[in-house]
């Protein structure tokens, strides 16, 4: 049995009592927090002690939604005319890389990705991954990259009939089933789904009975633009949530993905089925897409939750992206502050915590030993009233010095010493040329 203690930090518990401990420690014993707060030291004796130093020490944070397969795109510039909208840039960018992935470009897209997350102090992702020149087997290579860093995932493949009807479905069903046979709490699984415009009913309709069965929740995006919302209405005469509604996908572990378009009434349906919602800030305004109405979905009780979209790893200023989106979209200067705070530090462990069996997200015994040690000493006061301007405005741009996932130190002094990075970068500098050779 391995033991870890964090000694003399600036603790952020994010508990139910919403704790800040001066000057106090963690104590770990394997992958669970066994003991919190300002106890002394000397009552353990660890395999290995961390000295904070004055350093703030918070839960490892969770992404609620990423494309780990669009890595690779960073510089990348489509051939052809630039998109108009959001369809040309699903046809002209990420339909054309995600087809050109080999199974090796799999792997390498996630762990880089991965391990940039764990530099950010995130230490479980939930990936919506696509590979349609690799399909099969795809989602066992994303896995070896959460594996290879050491941080949980729950995976899923995007189901789509957009090349051939129905792929993915049993990839999807493959990976569920491992899972769900495997002595193992790491890696998680969902049922993958694209979204209604590029879904027909035969599609719908086998993946609702696969997805039902285990009980384990559906991943897919929706009214992401208005796109989606329009081709929903003229094939089938219907609302958007409506016919998700008819296939049963809407429930209390599915994740819906951006919600933009959204109507009142369809928030209150996500509401009424207890169905989770995920938006994603910064790549709305990169696609130039609408304001997603956070606060009105919060208003009508729905769980919110944030993530990247494959945009980054770094979820902080995903949340700093929220707040100022709102604002802007409001003209109002009071909004927004508060919630986006506690939907990356709340929603998001809540969201996460349905999804998996070890519970996390607070420094409490019993937890799991996901935890974050931030290289930022406060010069202002740090206290229940403060930390929110803390996280936006300090922590935003701080380096993360310490990772702790699993009670694995996986990030050390800003480096993952499991892993040779100088040469996983250089392969990926490699391996993206290549994929982009083969885009046309």
């Known amino acids: ?172 069903e493959r990976f569920i089933r491992k899972c769900q046979e495997a002595d193992d709490t790491q890696i998680s699984a969902m049922f993958g789904l694209h979204a209604l415009m590029t879904l027909g009913t035969k599609t719908l309709e086998r993946c609702a009975e696969i997805g039902q069965a285990p009980d384990i929740g559906f991943h897919v995006h929706a009214a992401e633009d208005a796109i989606d919302v329009q081709m929903t209405s003229e094939r089938y005469g219907k609302g958007l949530m409506d016919r998700f509604l008819e296939f049963g996908i809407p429930g209390p572990k599915t994740i819906f993905v951006h919600g933009t378009h959204l109507e009142p009434q369809e928030m209150d349906l996500l509401h009424s089925t207890d169905s989770m919602l995920v938006s994603n800030p910064e790549s709305n305004m990169n696609n130039g897409l609408r304001v997603s109405p956070v606060l009105d979905m919060l208003r009508h009780g729905v769980t919110v939750g944030i993530g990247t979209d494959g945009m980054s790893s770094h979820l902080i200023s995903q949340a700093r992206a929220m707040y100022l989106h709102q604002r802007t979209d409001h003209r109002d200067p009071t909004l927004a502050f508060a919630e986006a705070c506690e939907i990356l530090l709340q929603n998001n462990r809540a969201i996460c915590n349905r999804l998996f069996d070890e519970p996390r997200g607070a420094l409490i015994p019993g937890q799991l030993a996901d ?70």
């Open 1 to 172: 049995m391995s033991s870890l203690l964090i000694t003399n930090g600036r603790l952020v518990t994010l508990d139910e009592d919403n704790r800040f401990v001066e000057g106090g420690s963690v104590y770990i014993e394997d992958r669970t927090i066994v003991d919190v707060g300002d106890f002394a030291a000397a009552a353990y004796s660890p395999d290995r002690t961390i000295d904070a130093d004055g350093r703030l020490v918070m839960p490892g944070l969770i992404n609620a939604h990423h494309h780990l397969y669009s890595t690779f795109a960073r510089g990348f510039r489509p051939p052809g005319p630039p998109a108009r909208n959001f369809a040309d840039n699903l046809r002209n960018l990420w339909w054309k890389l995600d087809s050109a992935l080999e199974s090796e470009d799999v792997y390498y897209s996630a762990l880089l990705a991965v391990m940039d997350a764990a530099r950010a102090g995130c230490t479980t992702i939930i990936d919506h991954h696509a590979s349609p020149g690799c399909c099969d087997g795809s989602l066992d290579q994303v896995e070896q990259a959460f594996r290879d860093v050491g941080v949980s995932g729950c995976l899923c493949y995007e189901v789509s009939d957009r090349n051939i009807a129905g792929e993915g479905i049993e990839e999807n």
């Open 371 to 440: 935890i974050v040690i931030h290289d930022y000493v406060p010069f202002t006061p740090l206290n229940a009233d403060t930390f929110y301007g803390h996280l936006l405005f300090g922590l935003s741009f701080s380096r993360v010095r310490t990772t702790i996932a699993r009670g694995r130190v996986i990030v050390d002094d800003g480096y993952l010493p499991q892993l040779d990075e100088a040469a996983i970068r250089a392969n990926c500098s490699e391996r993206a040329a290549a994929i982009w050779a083969r885009i046309h």
